[in-house]
Every structure is written in structure tokens, then in C-alpha cells.
């Protein structure tokens, strides 16, 4: 199997296999597969040649050099190696007693995380006080968030000043089922799908509001002062304001909201503060970065950031930090009488002094919808072992250097293209002068017939109405030299739109 793998990147690195399988249609890879489960063992080769002759051609490379579509998922050897011994080890680590170094692993690998990002205080688990949870994605982190949201303020609204911890079941059960009709989630209009998508799980109202390009740093954030009117006129019509999402690194063009400017009105407002920084909260590792994220400590009651796109870690690793356990634990806390039975004093909760024992057996169980977890810490730490801090760091750079690259020789070329937003990192936009159309053709005749090693994928995107391209860097295998021929191959398609137009 680890040949198979071999073989199968030595084919993207090369660049011999194309980006994307063109000529595929839906249902050709299906027709190439059995109807029915088979009747008898296969012997596991001839399992493993299905996968190198008909599944695998079937696959979208997400891993290729030249793939430069959405945002990468970038993965690598340690976390490919790691993933397998999880599916070896086999382990549910629902609780601590079902396998201690699943929790304690995840326990630490997610302050090693925070203290990396520059975040501390109650985001670190030995806070007592917060804390971080690996999930499967960012969507399911942000839903979570929303749902502790919006019964968090239901505790508010019926019991004013009693905690959480002091209610009584049925008052409990109150918070859950209040009618949330009333309430009210804040956002961008540069927010990802997702945030609304975790508003709706949560049964509360979305308001979107229009992000302005902001002339000091170029690119599409939301201002508090829009923020504070929209909640104004909801107010007026008798709507009770509960959570606002905050964008670092939006998907379309990598803007940010102001972070630090929402502090006081959330606080004013009784806001819970998420930051959704899925993409771009990776590039926090590094030293010119870090300073931003002292906003983050001191404002936000949430956030999140994915160690799958950006960060070498392989999909299944989004990172969410809460700073207070206890307002998840308050929706997603359950129990079972066949479940090892805890020190009642840990189940009890946390508190700011306590000894290590309560802070080790925390139960990830409670703090998000699934029961059973899959021992993603274990990648996640293997990772950061084998490339250390400094080598995630240069990883990283290296992607913006290439971004920054691409930027300068577009913004080089200003008779062919237009750079509508300034972006950061490794998310380079354009449109190509011509209108529309011309955008959309260039984008086409990047992926040319999926066929050639000089096939790209990229998207077509829309902001403000405008047609524009996404060049999403980052993936492990991207070099200078894929730089060099995308830049090629663009200007020539360029041209040739142009002169066609
Ligand atoms: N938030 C942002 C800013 C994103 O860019 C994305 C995906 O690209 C998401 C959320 C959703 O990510 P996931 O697939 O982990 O749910």
C-alpha cells in the first residue's frame, strides 16, 4: 500500500498525472465498479490495483502541485503515517477512561497550539477555565459555537446572573427550548457559507452586513460602526442581538474584520465573539503575524482555525478554542450509566485551581455532538514533532513567497489584469482586463483539456458583482517552477482573450 502511495506521488510531483481527469462525466468512475458488494474475500492486490486503475484516476488531486482551486487541504509523509496508526490503534477516546493518551494528547497538542498562535489565558486548558477541542471541520466547529450561542443568552434572558452551573434540570432544560426566534447572529457578507449554515442549525435570525473595502489595508472587512447599526434598527423592532462571527482570512479574498474594534460593542451588546479564521489562522505561527492574535485573546469568546488546509496536518483537524468550557459542556454534556463512571468531583467542572487530574479528564464528549472520536490528536502531534515549530514556520513562508511572487508580476501587468483586493498570504486574486468573460475564458484555458502537465485548476469567483480569479497557493508540492509556468501560461491566454475580445 505505502508503494501504491509512492507511486501515486511520484506522479503528481512529477506532474506526469493531470491536476483533474477532464474527460471524466458523473458516473463513469461508478460504472467501472461492481453493482453489488462481492460475495467472496478479494485478495487485497487486486483490491489495491481497483484503486490505482479505476479509483484513484477518478480523483480530483488536491495534493498536486498545480492545484490551486478553493483552498488547499494540505497534508503530509508524518500525517499520512499517522493517520494509519489511528485506524491501527483503533480507539473511541469518548472519555478519558476509554483511552487516557487520547484525551491527554489532545489536551496538550491544542495548548502547544494556542501557546504557538500566541494565544494564551483561559484558552489553554490549564486555565481550568477554556480550552481547545480538535473537530472534523470548521463548519461543525462554528455550528457547535452558534448552538452554545444562542443557549447561553437563553440563560441570560431567563435567569439573569444564575450560572450555568447553578441551574436546576428543568431550568436547564428551559435554556434549550426557549422559543429563539428573537435572536440574532452577526456577519459579513465576505463570511463563508458556512456561518450562516451554523445560524441556521442554531435557530436563530442571520443579518449579513455589507463588508467595505477598507482603504488602509485593501481589503473587504466589516466595520463596527455598520455592525452597531444594523443592531440598532433590531433593536427597534424588539430583536435581542447574540453572537457575531468575525472573519480572519475570508475564503474569497483573505480580508479581515477589524478584530480588536468589535470588543467593546460585543461586550456592550452582550455579543458572543467568534473568529472564523479556518484559512488563514494557520499563518498566526509565524513572528510577523503573531501580534494579531492578541486581539483574539482579549476579545473573542471563540474561535477557529483548520489544520487541514494550511498546515500540513490533513483533513479532520479543525481547531476550536473556547474561553469557557463550561457554555459548551452546557449544551453537549451527557452521560450514560454504561460509561466509566468519573471522579464526581471532575464531573463537577473544572475549576481555576484545579489539579491536573480534572484538567486531563476532560471529556471532549461534551463539548460538541458526537459521542465517539476519532484519535485525531495523534496526527496532529506527530506533525508538529517531525517538522518542529520552525519547520511549519518556513512551510508557510515559503507559500507567501511564492503568493507574493505571483502578486508582483500582476500587479506588474497592469494592461493585462486588474488586482481588485488586496489579499494576504497565500490567496492571490485577479481579474483579466476585458471584462467577465474574458476572466472566466482565462480560467478555462489554465485547465486547458485536464489533460497536460501544464494544466492548472483554478476557479472563477465573484466579488462585488465582478468576475475574478482565485490562485489559492499552499500546497506541499507547489514550487517556483509551477509559479513560472502559471505566470506563462497565463499571459498568454491573456493575450489570446484579448485579441479574440
Ligand atoms: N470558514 C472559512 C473562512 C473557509 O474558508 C472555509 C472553507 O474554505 C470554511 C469556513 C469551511 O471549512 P470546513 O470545510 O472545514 O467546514
Redesign the pocket.
Known amino acids: 500500500m505505502l508503494r501504491l502511495l509512492g507511486r501515486h506521488f511520484e506522479g503528481l510531483s512529477s506532474r506526469r498525472v493531470p491536476v483533474r481527469n477532464d474527460a471524466l462525466s458523473p458516473g463513469d468512475i461508478a460504472a467501472r465498479l461492481p453493482e453489488r458488494a462481492p460475495r467472496h474475500a478479494r485478495e487485497f492486490d487486486k483490491i489495491l490495483r481497483d484503486v490505482e486503475d479505476v479509483i484513484f484516476p477518478g480523483l480530483t488531486h488536491w495534493q498536486h502541485p498545480r492545484f490551486m482551486a ?2 488547499p487541504s494540505s497534508t503530509s509523509v508524518p500525517a499520512i503515517l499517522a493517520e494509519t496508526l489511528i485506524a491501527g490503534s483503533g480507539v473511541v477516546g469518548l472519555q478519558w477512561a476509554a483511552s487516557p493518551a487520547a484525551t491527554e494528547l489532545e489536551v496538550r497538542v491544542m495548548d502547544w497550539l494556542a501557546e504557538m498562535i500566541g494565544v494564551g489565558g483561559d484558552f489553554l486548558h490549564t486555565s481550568g477555565r477554556g480550552g481547545g477541542i480538535i473537530q472534523n ?4 466547529a ?1 455550528a457547535n459555537i452558534m448552538v452554545a450561542a444562542r443557549v447561553e443568552k437563553q440563560r441570560q434572558l431567563l435567569f439573569g446572573d444564575v450560572p450555568q452551573s447553578e441551574l436546576t434540570q428543568d431550568q436547564r432544560e428551559e435554556t434549550y427550548y426557549a422559543d429563539s426566534s428573537r435572536l440574532v447572529a452577526y456577519m459579513s457578507d465576505q463570511s ?1 457559507f ?2 450562516p449554515k451554523a445560524v441556521r442549525v442554531a435557530g436563530m435570525r442571520l443579518r449579513t452586513v455589507a463588508a467595505r473595502l477598507d482603504s488602509a489595508d485593501g481589503s473587504y472587512g466589516l466595520r463596527p460602526d455598520d455592525l452597531a447599526a444594523q443592531i440598532r434598527e433590531d433593536r427597534a423592532q424588539g430583536l435581542i442581538p447574540c453572537a457575531v462571527q468575525l ?1 480572519y ?3 474569497n479574498t483573505s480580508s479581515n474584520d477589524e478584530i480588536e474594534s468589535f470588543g467593546q460593542l460585543a461586550s456592550e451588546e452582550g455579543l458572543w465573539l467568534h473568529v ?4 488563514a489562522g494557520a499563518s498566526w505561527i509565524l513572528p510577523q503575524f503573531r501580534p494579531r492574535t492578541a486581539a483574539v485573546e482579549r476579545v473573542a469568546d471563540s474561535f477557529n482555525f ?1 489544520g ?2 494550511w498546515f500540513l496536518c490533513g483533513f479532520d483537524s ?1 481547531f476550536l478554542w473556547v474561553r469557557e468550557r463550561k457554555l459548551l459542556q452546557a449544551v453537549f454534556a451527557a452521560s450514560g450509566p454504561y460509561l466509566a463512571q468519573r471522579d464526581p468531583e471532575a464531573a463537577a467542572g473544572v475549576d481555576p485551581d484545579a489539579p491536573t487530574t480534572q484538567i486531563y479528564d476532560t471529556e471532549f464528549k461534551d463539548w460538541s455532538v458526537p459521542l465517539g472520536r476519532r484519535f485525531r490528536s495523534l496526527r496532529v502531534w506527530t506533525v508538529l514533532n517531525y517538522f518542529g515549530v520552525e519547520g511549519l514556520q518556513a512551510a508557510l513562508q515559503s507559500t507567501i513567497d511564492l503568493a507574493d511572487d505571483l502578486r508582483g508580476r500582476l500587479e506588474s501587468e497592469s494592461s493585462l489584469f486588474d488586482v481588485p483586493v488586496t489579499t494576504e498570504l497565500g490567496l492571490v486574486v485577479f481579474s483579466v482586463r476585458g471584462g467577465d468573460e474574458a476572466t472566466r475564458k482565462v480560467a478555462e484555458d489554465l485547465l486547458g483539456d485536464g489533460k497536460g502537465e501544464g494544466s492548472f485548476l483554478v476557479y472563477p469567483s465573484q466579488l462585488q458583482g465582478k468576475t475574478i480569479i482565485r490562485v489559492a497557493l499552499g500546497g506541499a508540492l507547489t514550487d517556483s517552477g509551477d509559479i513560472d509556468l502559471f505566470w506563462q501560461r497565463l499571459v498568454a491566454a491573456a493575450k489570446s482573450v484579448q485579441e479574440q475580445g
Open positions: 478553493y483552498y471541520t470548521a463548519g461543525e462554528i463563508h458556512s456561518g472573519n482570512g475570508t475564503t472564523d479564521a479556518a484559512y483548520n487541514s488546509k479543525a
